[in-house]
């Protein structure tokens, strides 16, 4: 099985700041690595496909990069509706699994 | 609009079995693949199965297969999850998702989850 692994595992930042969290594949998964965001109590939510496509109604504030097994979800300027816990998963192949998840809090 | 429903969930002794459905809306069930991912209670997410548009075929995480079966209805527009032989550790909310047609097929429509509790 591929493994994903995401850093840091919690942060904490203001409204305003720039914030980038990473995630790492076992093996090459090209750019089949997607991200989602889920806040409490809610389903996840897709905010990245394609290591840099942004769904649709997302805002511009979220990007992604990143292709093989190194990948990055950046938020611009992080709004107070951005925290929350932030997935990655690779859709390479089956078992599609995620990484553990990145807690963003509250400074 | 484009909607997922899941029901079924409760509690159930170590052991037992319980059906997962998930009744779509909104779009041409019938066309997509669609999984199935759980949350155990303070984890992260975790990939449980899959199958295609005409079921024909599925996959599941080893740490089920055996014991859950994923199946579709398409002239009802219900996914369904069987669970069989279920234990502590199955105790999660399990969501519904579609598997979109976009490159890389990323899970773009997901339902509100519904919650399996496995305790005697």
């Known amino acids: 099985d591929i493994q994903m692994t995401q850093s840091p595992s919690s942060l904490s930042a203001s409204v305003g700041d720039r914030v980038t969290i990473t995630c790492r594949a076992s093996?090459?998964?090209?750019?089949?690595l997607n991200w989602y965001q889920q806040t409490p109590g809610k389903a996840p939510k897709l905010l990245i496909y394609a290591a840099s496509s942004l769904q649709s109604g997302v805002p511009s504030r979220f990007s992604g990069s990143g292709s093989g097994t190194d990948f990055t979800l950046t938020i611009s300027s992080l709004q107070r509706e951005d925290f929350a816990t932030y997935y990655c998963?690779?859709?390479?192949?089956?078992?599609?699994?995620f990484g553990q998840g990145t807690k963003v809090e509250i400074k | 609009e484009v909607q997922l429903v899941e029901s079924g969930g409760g509690l159930v002794q170590p052991g037992g079995s319980l059906r997962l459905s998930c009744a779509a809306s909104?779009?041409?069930?019938?066309?997509?693949?669609m999984h199935w991912v759980r949350q155990a209670p303070g984890e992260g997410l975790v990939w449980v199965s899959r199958i295609n548009s005409d079921g024909s075929s599925t996959s599941y995480a080893d740490s089920v297969k055996g014991r859950f079966t994923l199946s579709r209805d398409n002239a009802k527009n219900t996914l369904y999850l069987q669970m069989n032989s279920l234990r502590a550790e199955d105790t999660a909310v399990y969501y519904c998702?579609?598997?979109?047609?976009?490159?890389?097929?990323?899970?773009?429509?997901w339902g509100q989850g519904t919650t399996v509790t496995v305790s005697s």
């Open positions: 093996q090459s998964i090209s750019n089949y």
């Open positions: 998963q690779q859709s390479f192949t089956t078992p599609r699994t």
């Open positions: 909104g779009f041409t069930f019938s066309s997509y693949w």
């Open positions: 998702a579609r598997q979109a047609e976009v490159t890389v097929q990323p899970l773009d429509v």
